[in-house]
């Protein structure tokens, strides 16, 4: 970024348009990281949900279900929208409010083109692939989650109480926040069987015939996600104080849902997304709130 333009912005009117946009993004899309994301302090919750805003929009070109946007035209839509990424990453503006809130929380934190390039390039194999091998699955896991762990690792990391040595403890704590992410990730598959399958033509599961997907099926692929989710809790009690809780919250909601998941029949993930209930959210923030993991 240009060295001049690093300039005390805190009271633009345009900034605090894109932040207030980016929240709005989340608050109509996810209901279950609103609430989490309220245990962030600040600014790491603006930040946080900055990252997660652009997220949301590309997901939404990919995913959008109008029979009448061509593939074309999304990958047109993506293409002009990682340009602009990378451009507002360089000049550190965007005519894009999304994009301009993202452009400022990565200039602040770090995050570079190495954790942006692989996103739009999973987002991109959602409009090219229909079906995963086991190598495509992993490449498509890691753009699509496993980096979005990583850019919310470095907005933790930059926090007014984070540690002395913020490249060390990206280092150390890596694994933990790639493997939340692709625990998060699986999870939205399984929930999301039916409507990948039926309504966007896609498998994501190398070998898995979801007109017989069966309790073995279930359980395997949640034995996996659960290993992430061991993997990822080792790693949260070194973040520093201002993410922990939030991220003991999301820790705690997807073990939830994996539990839930296990006591479904097969037929009914087949049919239905999987939710929990508001109340045990709630349950689960608080026991957060207070310092609980569960």
């Not at 109509?28 to 946080?48: E, I, T």
């Not at 999304?74 to 929208?81: C, I, S």
């Not at 070194?238 to 006591?263: K, M, Y």
Request: aromatic fraction near 6%; charge should be negative.
């Amino acid at each position: 970024m240009n060295p001049d333009l690093r300039r005390d912005r805190s009271n633009s009117p345009y900034d605090g348009l894109a932040e207030s946009s980016a929240a709005l993004v989340i608050h109509r899309y996810s209901s279950s990281f609103g609430l989490a994301s309220r245990l962030l302090a600040q600014p790491v919750r603006s930040q946080v949900r900055n990252v997660y805003a652009l997220v949301r929009v590309a997901d939404e070109i990919v995913d959008n279900p109008d029979p009448g946007l061509s593939r074309a035209s999304r990958e047109r839509m993506l293409d002009w929208l990682e340009q602009d990424v990378n451009h507002s990453l360089e000049v550190g503006y965007s005519g894009n409010v999304v994009v301009h809130a993202f452009a400022r929380t990565a200039v602040s934190v770090g995050i570079r083109e190495d954790l942006v390039a692989p996103f739009f390039e999973s987002m991109r194999m959602d409009l090219r692939l229909s079906e995963h091998t086991a190598a495509s699955l992993g490449t498509y896991v890691y753009g699509s989650a496993e980096v979005v762990g990583l850019m919310c690792l470095r907005t933790f990391l930059a926090a007014p109480d984070g540690p002395s040595d913020p490249a060390a403890a990206y280092e150390r704590l890596s694994n933990g926040a790639r493997r939340l992410g692709a625990a998060f990730q699986k999870l939205n598959f399984l929930r999301d069987l039916a409507e990948d399958h039926d309504l966007l033509g896609r498998a994501y599961f190398p070998g898995l015939d979801v007109a017989t997907f069966s309790e073995r099926d279930r359980d395997r692929l949640l034995d996996d996600l659960d290993g992430d989710l061991v993997a990822a809790a080792a790693a949260i009690e070194q973040l520093p104080p201002s993410s922990r809780r939030a991220v003991v919250a999301a820790h705690g909601t997807f073990t939830e849902l994996s539990t839930r998941l296990r006591s479904t029949p097969p037929s009914e993930i087949r049919r239905s997304r999987v939710r929990v209930p508001g109340g045990v959210k709630l349950r689960i923030v608080a026991g957060a709130l207070w310092g609980g993991h569960e």
